[in-house]
């Protein structure tokens, strides 16, 4: 359950961000999250709902938009980029296997809407 | 005011950031990196699930490292047990109680290093918290990233636990002694292993033996740096 210490991260440059714009309320916050960033969208809503429960002085909930970025591999011997079938990152063209990861680790925050 | 409807209601405004969840944690770790190197230590990350036989492992590399002390730094929830057993066997070890923390991070462990006296030493190992998913993320600034799976535990645990593995630089096959007891299925484990990370170099071992235990160190040599022993 490390999601609960990232999404402490999320607040913490949130707040950050909140006050360099001046700003009192996040309406809407939005993170991009690799599907092999070993990070469960679930526990990261769960965590979420904890960690922002009392963000806004308003009490006016933050809404998460999370958008799930899938893995992407390069194939040096096909010189062609494919998307992984399972965990195994065998090519589909030539079945060597791929360590050369082009997305899917992804861990960013990546707008904030405030007011 | 709002522009559009002239309510009270200040405006929303986008802010485009685009920035790292751990980026914190990661700028602290190219400070440990660094600090590391300039020490002349080679310092690696071991991870595991709990009751793999990390700290087996790192008894056992206390007494046969060629440049000892090894420096230790360990997490765990709670208790200094590790580092008791580690001090007994010859490591200078420095125990890390995470609390309810279930991996270490960067800032961690630079708060331990200070504790350690690294005179004389060139290696110096992070057992990170027993867990197979949390500390996957986090980069404690380290040169190389061990994992490390038991035979007790299964040959399936690099397909079911896949980020751990791909981000290793090597995989250690643990308690190889036991394999036959647990009628561990050894060619689907290498099989998986080499086809989740195929980066990894494998090696298999066991610590109570000792079986194995050479090339490793033998590999772990070979990525000691250029400046090592040079630090008074």
Redesign the interface.
């Known amino acids: ?2 999601e609960l ?2 999404m402490e ?2 607040r ?2 949130a707040e950050q ?1 909140l006050r360099r ?1 001046g ?2 309320q996040i ?1 809407r916050l939005q ?1 991009r999250i690799g599907s ?4 469960n969208p679930e526990a990261l809503r769960l965590a979420f709902a904890v960690v922002m429960a009392n963000a806004n002085p308003s009490g006016e909930p933050t809404s998460l938009e999370l958008e799930v970025v899938p893995t992407l591999c390069f194939c040096p011997h096909c010189q062609q980029t494919f998307a992984p079938a399972d ?2 990152h ?1 090519c589909p063209r030539c079945g060597a ?3 050369q ?1 082009l997305q899917g680790r992804e ?9 | 005011m709002c522009g559009t409807c002239g309510c009270a ?14 980026s ?2 990661d700028q602290q770790a190219a400070y440990n990196r660094q600090h590391f190197r300039s020490h002349g230590l080679l310092a690696v990350n071991l991870l595991s699930a709990p009751g793999s036989g990390k700290t087996a492992l790192l008894e056992q590399l206390a007494s046969r490292w060629p440049q000892r002390p090894v420096g230790v730094i360990v997490g765990d929830l709670a208790t200094d047990n590790d580092a008791q057993r580690l001090l007994q066997a010859g490591a200078r070890a420095v125990q890390i109680r995470t609390g309810d ?3 270490l ?1 960067a800032d961690l462990v630079e708060r331990a290093f200070a504790q350690l006296d690294c005179s004389g030493m060139n290696l110096l190992v992070i057992e990170n918290v027993g867990n197979l ?6 980069d404690l600034g380290e040169q190389l990233r061990v994992a490390m799976l038991s035979v007790t535990e299964g040959e399936d645990k690099p ?1 079911k636990y ?3 593995f ?1 981000s290793a630089d090597a995989v250690l096959i643990a308690k190889a002694d036991l394999a036959e007891a647990v009628g561990f299925q050894r060619q689907q484990a290498l099989a998986s292993l ?6 990894a170099r494998l090696f298999e071992l066991s610590t109570r033996s000792g079986h194995g235990l050479e090339p490793f160190c033998h590999w772990l040599e070979q990525h000691l740096p250029a400046n090592h022993g040079q630090h008074p």
């Open positions: 359950m490390h210490a990232l991260e999320v913490l440059l961000e714009a700003a009192q309406h993170l092999l960033s070993g990070v965990v195994i065998a296997l791929s360590s990861l861990l960013e925050v990546v707008q904030l809407e405030v007011s | 209601e200040p405006p929303r405004r986008l802010i485009t950031l685009q920035q790292g969840l751990l914190r944690n923390l279930c991996h991070e998913v949390c500390p996957t993320a986090f397909l896949p980020a751990l791909k080499q086809a989740v990370a195929p980066q």
